[in-house]
């Protein structure tokens, strides 16, 4: 099968069906170049109060030495 009957085939397909072939597709990319599957923890503000804290200290000190 050429890539052009593949492709016009995935547009037949229900929008389901059509991201259940790309996560196969990545998936096997993936482990071709040695990528594993995992959670990557990524830094969110919410609840930060010490940042929030530390941030407004640092802006009224500048404030401070403006004046």
Known sequence: MSIEELL???HTLPRQEK???VQELISELAD?????AGE???WS???AYD???TLLRLLEEEKAEAV
């Open 8 to 10: 016009r085939e995935a």
């Open 19 to 21: 991201f259940r072939l």
């Open 32 to 36: 071709e170049v040695g990528i594993t």
């Open 40 to 42: 990557y923890p990524i």
């Open 45 to 47: 503000p919410y609840e």
């Open 51 to 53: 940042a929030a804290a």
